[in-house]
């Protein structure tokens, strides 16, 4: 047995009917992990978690009384719960034929086009992500985490196993690898797309942040990991990338994509509308419905997971054809007007400077765009995106992302840093009045980017959680401007 917490649990003669670190989720019989996290201390719920039913606590300090359940002092929480799950649910990572994708941008894409490709193949695929986590194409519950913490991560590989998925397709964050989130995640196949600016308040460093990012490959190599056939799945034009194919190479088999440089899937010949981009790939023809070139990138990781995982190369071509559109990546927003708006997730300078060169051939008007910087989060990017959104728009409405704890005034100075000598913005902190403001200026032929939230549905401002949509708000002020 490799968990410490669970060989103690037997030696005290206790049968575990669940794990949690979640006091709202204890039951009879179960084991709670006090884990301390940035907001909320698991220790001042140990008491309230002995009552619901816990007869295991599991916690980094040592007791303060005793609290009629066993206790447990663990030395690294986050590897014990780890341990823990991966035993308690049957170790369903060896089974289970698993891709993990990782990068700064595209993951979420990547998930989505992949599970089109495989369900076309004919593959049960299962998908754990930035969006949500769907089982055979359910959705079980909005993603709380890009990746889910060790407990109800393996959780729901057990629930995988059971529905007899054929693959998992899963988003693996630089933070879940630090904080060994995915320790005992037995990876068939792993995914590299990119390097860019992000989470550098948690890093601090690129190299940190690459150095987080190698350990998905690491733990592809790791003699753990007895899978059959190990892929690595990278992006050749990433400097970064050609980085991990020097380091992989001869250790397991390497599969690499790209535009520019030489790969293994190459796309050539890519043709750009408002209404999706085609292209061929080794002379093969493709067509997605997604915009822009970076999209290229994530259909071509799509379709090298799905050959990983068995398909037919036009099988799976035909099958990233089938994906409509992905929540809230340029996701457009039509309601017959004579202008067009899309919701994007661009959070960075290099996401908007993105979403900018997507739409700057075919646009016929300006270019109005939403946006603010999310509070409690990497301030280095802030005055950045504040200069490309000014440099790349006729009109910019600043507002609040999520504020969260951080105060909304300090948030706009960091970004008016760098909208310096420009004077096309103004601040409207309310988001849905900015959103209103922006339709409302909108003329034929415009192009309106809300950026910053894309799929949200909440908006996180001091300790509430409001709801909202970027995507509702924006139907409503359209509908609104046509009345």
Sequence with gaps: MTSRVLAFAEACGLELKGLTYNSADVKTGYAFFALKGVHHDGNLFIEEAVRKGAILIVSAQ?????????YFVSENMEQDMADAAYE???????????????????????????????????????????????????????????????????????QMEEARSDVLVMEVSSHSLEQQRVRHIHFDSAVFTNLQRDHLDFHHTFENYFAAKKKLFEQLLS????????????NADDPYGRRLIEMLQGRVRVITYGLDNPADFRATDIEESLHGTAFKVNAMPGKIHLLGRHNVYNALAALCVAVANGAEEKTALAGLADLAGVPGRMERIDEGQDFFVFVDFA?????????????????????????GCGGDRDRTKRPLMGHTACQHSQRVFLTNDNPRMEDPQQIFAD????????????????RRAAIFKAVAAAQPGDI???????????????????????????RQAIRGKRV
């Design 62 to 70: 040592e007791p303060v009384r005793e609290y009629g359940a066993a």
């Design 88 to 158: 308690f649910y049957g170790r369903p990572s060896d089974s289970l034929c698993i891709t993990g994708i990782t990068g700064t941008k595209g993951k979420t894409s990547i998930t989505y086009l992949a599970e089109a490709a495989l369900r076309r193949a004919g593959k049960k695929v299962s998908v754990l992500g930035t969006v949500n986590y769907r089982i055979n194409g359910k959705s079980i519950t909005a993603a709380p985490n890009t990746t889910p913490l060790a407990l109800p991560l393996f959780r729901l590989l057990y």
């Design 223 to 234: 003699p753990d990991n007895t899978k059959p056939h190990k892929t690595a799945i990278i």
């Design 347 to 371: 959070y960075t300078d290099e996401s908007l400077q993105r979403a900018y060169e997507t739409v700057e051939k075919f646009k016929t008007g300006r270019v109005l765009t939403v946006f």
């Design 415 to 430: 970004i008016e840093r760098g909208m310096k000598g420009f004077s096309n913005y103004e601040i409207e902190p309310d």
């Design 448 to 474: 309106v980017i809300i950026a910053g939230k894309g799929h949200e549905q909440t908006q996180k401002v001091g300790h509430e959680v409001l709801p909202f949509s970027d995507q509702q708000t924006a």
